[in-house]
């Protein structure tokens, strides 16, 4: 029987807010793949790792779950244009979506501390992008007061459609595994993602889906990390630019969940952030962008603390595709550039190079 999956809304129809006559705009989204990952379980000593695989959604990142739930109830509500502050992901997708439902987007970027991939989609997508001199936080206070005063729709994670859509990646997990793992661990910024799969969790436990919710561990950039500190970063630094955030949107509802899932939030340095995102790519076979590796940087973090049981199912949420940011793959450890040896069209040269002797 032919079947295509039908992106989030259809898929999980009946247990989403959203009505059954409202418009769907869907790119097909979701049903994204959760790959077993033994070299990083072995590392962290886990009996099971799992990457939920996030950069494969159709603009690269996770925000397409909950961007399709956004974008179709704001055209559901007859909205011209949408809005979104961004590190780069949300501008990405909201464009996309907003192309496919024929509406304007605006996005509001911070200057200069966007990757190039993501800016290159704001583009494609013909969003009206506008360089904000300030920073993420600066950016999602512009777009409040905007979405407020102007006819433009908000389609951040402070717009409870874009959390009620990435909860559905929660979903997914439970309805691959059979149950929830021990241990669900993602990167911070906003923790609009990290509070979405908390519901999500819930939600299933709530419907006797799943017999435990996993503990909800959550892990941001050293120089961008409020939940560790308890306070606003006023001046988030890190070269994970897609959490650069200092100021989460989500705060509240992200301390509800660490407390209620018996979680915790901690931070990685960008060294081990991309120490790990070389690892996975190397070791696993799984590339993500810098700030995607960050769940698994502290996850190996606080396995050396001895926080992670010998027979622990863990999965992590990689939140974008590493072409989003490929510029860190292309440096070496020492920061060096990394360019491939030139070779003369030549078998005996060639192998010479790679360092084989003739059989
Ligand atoms: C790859 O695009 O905030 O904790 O404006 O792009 O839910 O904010 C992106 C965030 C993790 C953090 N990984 O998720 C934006 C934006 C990637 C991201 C996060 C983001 P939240």
């Known amino acids: 029987m032919a079947h295509q999956w039908r992106g989030v809304i259809r ?5 989403l807010d959203i009505s059954s006559d409202n418009p769907v705009i869907t790119l097909g989204e ?7 990952a033994p070299a990083l379980a072995k590392l962290v000593g886990a009996e099971r790792v799992m990457l939920k695989v996030e950069g494969m959604n159709p603009t690269g990142s996770f925000k397409d779950r909950g961007m399709t739930m956004a974008v179709s109830k704001a055209v559901g509500h007859g909205a011209q244009a949408v809005i979104a502050a961004s590190t780069g992901n949300t501008s990405a997708s909201a464009a996309a979506y907003a192309a496919a439902a024929g509406i304007k987007s605006v996005v509001l970027v911070p200057e200069g ?13 013909k969003a009206q992008i506008l360089q ?9 206070d512009l777009a409040r007061v905007l979405s407020e005063n102007y006819p433009v729709h908000l389609v951040n994670s402070v717009n409870p459609d874009r959390i009620e859509g990435q909860k559905t990646g929660a979903f997914e997990v439970v309805d691959a595994l059979g149950y929830a793992p021990d241990f669900h661990v993602l990167p911070v910024g ?6 979405a799969y908390f519901k999500g969790y819930l939600e299933d436990f709530n419907e006797g889906r799943v017999k435990a919710i996993p503990k909800m561990w959550g892990f941001q ?3 961008s990390a409020p939940f560790t500190f308890g306070n606003p970063v006023k001046n988030p ?22 407390e209620c899932s018996q979680g915790q939030f901690g931070f990685a340095t960008d060294a081990e952030i991309l120490w790990m995102h070389r690892f996975l790519s190397q070791e696993v076979g799984v590339f993500v962008e ?5 769940g698994a940087a502290g996850l190996f973090k606080h396995s050396k603390m001895g926080e992670v049981p010998a027979g622990s199912t863990v999965v992590i949420t990689v939140t974008g595709h590493g072409l989003k940011d490929p510029m860190w793959a292309l440096k070496a450890e020492d920061g060096s550039d990394i360019e491939p040896t030139s070779v003369p069209n030549n078998a005996a040269q060639v192998a010479e190079q790679l360092g084989l002797s003739k059989n």
């Open 190 to 195: 906003n923790a609009g993602n990290y509070s």
């Open 221 to 223: 950039a050293e120089g």
């Open 237 to 258: 630094e890190t070269i994970a630019t897609a959490i650069r955030i200092g100021n989460p949107a989500s705060y509240d509802l992200a301390l509800s969940a660490r």
């Open 290 to 294: 810098p700030s995607s590796a960050t």
């Open 132 to 140: 904000v001199q300030g920073n993420f936080d600066d950016c999602l």
């Open 113 to 125: 501390k966007i990757s190039l991939g993501k800016l290159s989609q704001a583009v494609a997508h």
């Open 30 to 36: 979701g049903g994204t793949p959760l790959v077993e």
């Open 11 to 15: 898929e999980y129809i009946d247990r």
